[in-house]
Antibody, heavy 118, light 106 residues
């Protein structure tokens, strides 16, 4: 059974940093890209970042490029999202998802809440 | 940046067919997927690669695409289908979600 579990969210002041983790199981982790998607309170889904499986190539939304860094540790079946220079507009529920066919996300975690506020 | 346009809301009577559209430039050259999200829950993939249904998704969910518009079709809509629906594509180097459509079954 595929499982995806996010952790690391919390309250952080503007300008601060936070690192999210996403532990995955039930599939050959290194073979699949992984994606972070966020959802601000009462708003829609926003793609944040993707990291390739075999090549580890990284992709970022314009809104986070230069501030967020995605990485993965295939030995731990875990993907990370290092978030620096956080802003109020980064406040959201952050989901981690396994990539599926055609660029879809076929398995999602329950999300971890990040609140940026003083 | 690439944009996907969805209607904010769609209403349908139980048992009828609901259609939710998603439009974008050159959509015909991209794979479209659809997600269902119920309040307080994580999104669930219901259609991938334009027309394919993941295992476990009811047959009443289907997808189509023509030109620059993709459509999610729910045949024989049930009360449990009331949710937000999002389309999504991979635009070469970025992922893009539509703004979402709230489906009301009444």
């Amino acid at each position: 059974e595929v499982q995806v579990l996010e952790s690391g969210g919390g309250l952080v002041q503007p300008g601060g940093s936070l690192r999210l983790s996403c532990a995955a199981s039930g599939f050959t982790f290194r073979s699949y890209a992984m994606t972070w998607v966020r959802q601000a309170p009462g708003k829609g889904l926003e793609w944040v970042s993707t990291i390739g499986g075999s090549d580890g190539k990284t992709y970022y939304a314009a809104s986070v490029k230069g501030r967020f860094t995605i990485s993965r540790d295939n030995s731990k079946n875990t993907v990370y999202l290092q978030m620096n220079s956080l802003r109020g507009e980064d406040t959201a529920l952050y989901y981690c998802a396994k990539d599926g066919p055609g660029g879809s996300c076929d398995y999602w975690g329950q999300g971890t809440l990040v609140t940026v506020s003083s | 940046s690439y944009d996907l346009t969805q209607p904010p809301s769609v209403s349908v009577s139980p048992g009828q067919t609901a259609t939710i559209t998603c439009s974008g430039n050159d959509l015909g050259y991209k794979y479209v997927c659809w997600y269902q999200q119920k309040p307080g829950q994580s999104p669930v993939l219901v259609i991938y690669q334009d027309t394919n249904r993941p295992s476990g998704i009811p047959e009443r969910f289907s997808g189509s695409k023509s030109g620059n518009t993709a459509t999610l079709i729910i045949t024989g809509t049930q009360a449990m289908d009331e949710a937000d629906y999002y389309c999504q594509v991979w635009d070469g180097s970025t992922g893009v979600f539509g703004g979402g459509t709230k489906l009301t079954v009444l």
